[in-house]
Structures are given as structure tokens and as C-alpha cells.
């Protein structure tokens, strides 16, 4: 098992930042890719941004690319998404997961693992 417990997200006017971070505990080893999605009220769960446990590589969804940033530190299994320049359509909320296989990483059925969630809220 591997537990993800994001940090508390906050609110944030336009064109403000913040920065959330999911720390991993449990059979980390066993886990391919850490991801961050969102889901807004009615809508589907969405994919943010990824990265590659061991590879490091990175990918974002069109919507956050230029903005968003996904990190890690390695020595705290700490997955970090700095968001910059964040609009009221970044509403949600933020969790993230873990993926054993890593195959399609922008797809919520590829992860085996989430945390509970944290709730961001950007006002214009």
C-alpha cells in the first residue's frame, strides 16, 4: 500500500500563486508515476501533471502548461505543483496518485493509489 497525503490547498486570487505539495509513504518503491489531477463540481476528474519516479519525466495537460509546475524531492517523497498564474477555471479539487504501471499517465484508471483530496479556489 502507499499513502498520499496532500497539503492544505488555500484560496488565491487571479493571476496569484500557490503551491501544493503530496508526501508519499508506504511501498513507494513499487510506484512508477506520482500525478496530480483535479475535479471541479459536475465535472470529471481531469489530469494536471505527472512525473517519472525514476526517470524524472515530466508531463503536463494543455490547460496548465506554462503555468504549472510539478517537482519532487526525492529525499521527503514529496511531490510538489507550484501554480502560477492561476485563473478561476483552476477551481477544483486537487489530488494526487500513484501509479505502479505508469503506462498512460494522464488517465485516473492507470493509478492505483490517491490521496483525499485538497480543496483550491482561485477568485477573480
Known amino acids: 500500500q502507499v499513502q498520499l497525503v496532500e497539503s492544505e490547498g488555500g484560496l488565491a486570487q487571479a493571476g496569484n500563486s500557490l503551491r501544493l505539495s503530496c508526501v508519499a509513504s508506504?511501498?513507494?518503491?513499487?510506484?512508477?508515476?506520482i500525478g496530480w489531477f483535479r475535479q471541479a463540481p459536475g465535472k470529471e476528474r481531469e489530469f494536471v501533471a505527472a512525473?517519472?519516479?525514476?526517470?524524472?519525466?515530466?508531463g503536463y495537460a494543455d490547460p496548465v502548461k506554462g503555468r504549472f509546475t510539478i517537482s519532487r524531492d526525492n529525499t521527503k517523497n514529496t511531490v510538489y505543483l507550484q501554480m502560477n498564474s492561476l485563473k478561476p477555471e483552476d477551481t477544483a479539487g486537487y489530488y494526487c496518485?500513484?501509479?505502479?504501471?505508469?503506462?498512460?499517465?494522464?488517465?485516473?484508471?492507470?493509478?492505483?493509489?490517491w490521496g483525499q483530496g485538497t480543496q483550491v479556489t482561485v477568485s477573480s
Open positions: 512525473i517519472r519516479w525514476v526517470s524524472w519525466r515530466i
Open positions: 496518485a500513484a501509479s505502479k504501471s505508469g503506462g498512460t499517465w494522464d488517465k485516473s484508471v492507470d493509478y492505483d493509489y
Open positions: 508506504g511501498r513507494t518503491a513499487s510506484t512508477a508515476v
